[in-house]
T-cell receptor, first 117, second 112 residues
Framework: GAVVSQHPSWVICKSGTSVKIECRSL??????MFWYRQFPKQSLMLMAT?????????EQGVEKDKFLINHASLTLSTLTVTSAHPEDSSFYIC?????????????FGSGTRLTVV | GESVGLHLPTLSVQEGDNSIINCAYS??????FIWYKQESGKGPQFIID?????DKRQGQRVTVLLNKTVKHLSLQIAATQPGDSAVYFC???????????FGTGTRLQVFP
């Protein structure tokens, strides 16, 4: 139990375009979802926390108008990278927390590799 | 955003040896800690967790030690295997929020 599906697993987009990444909890209701960004050989950096039905809370230094987060249902959160630029190329990972079988409460997706050319 | 660490230290061990991976955390209010394993191109995989009311917890081949006095966490892997090769991260939950903050990772390389 406690599976989080992230889609797509990788995406290449042109500079200036927008990209949407989906994070779905498959067998539980995720009341809270987290979005992380990870650059090569670095740790996971928390970008924002989203609660179902409310606006996301962004970490300091993360542009909310550039990284749009929507958590419209208890099983789906989306991250849209708007007007992407090469420096946005990174590995984006979501995590979900809620009423779930997983005893430790945080379940991670498999990540999305974004390459902006 | 919150992040810790701009470099990735490496620990090299021989197959069959024990591995010890260390982590220093910053917030004395943190009361829940998790160790994750991350393989290349994948999301973090849960290994073991510990709450601040404990100082040791054991799993299958893994042990986590918590020293709250010096804000230090360690992961011990017994009889390390090639399949243990990965990057290991500690993560802390800071008490009054749901946020999970990751520490600097350690790359574990296991040689035959």
């Amino acid at each position: 139990g406690a599976v989080v599906s992230q889609h797509p697993s990788w995406v290449i987009c042109k500079s200036g375009t927008s990209v949407k990444i989906e994070c779905r909890s498959l067998d539980f209701q995720a009341t809270t979802m987290f979005w992380y960004r990870q650059f090569p050989k670095q740790s996971l950096m928390l970008m924002a926390t989203s609660n179902e039905g409310s606006k996301a809370t962004y970490e300091q230094g993360v542009e909310k108008d550039k990284f749009l987060i929507n958590h419209a249902s208890l099983t789906l959160s989306t991250l849209t990278v708007t007007s992407a630029h090469p420096e946005d190329s990174s590995f984006y990972i979501c995590s979900a927390r809620g009423q779930q079988p997983s005893r430790h409460g945080y379940t991670f997706g498999s990540g999305t590799r974004l390459t902006v050319v | 955003g919150e992040s810790v660490g701009l470099h990735l230290p490496t620990l090299s061990v021989q197959e069959g040896d024990n591995s010890i991976i260390n982590c220093a955390y910053s917030n004395s209010a943190s009361d829940y800690f998790i160790w994750y394993k991350q393989e290349s191109g994948k999301g973090p995989q849960f290994i073991i967790d510990i709450r601040s009311n404990m100082d040791k917890r054991q799993g299958q081949r893994v042990t986590v030690l918590l020293n709250k006095t010096v804000k230090h966490l360690s992961l011990q892997i017994a009889a390390t295997q090639p399949g243990d090769s990965a990057v290991y991260f500690c993560a802390e939950n800071r008490g009054n929020t749901d946020k999970l903050i990751f520490g600097t990772g350690t790359r574990l390389q296991v040689f035959p």
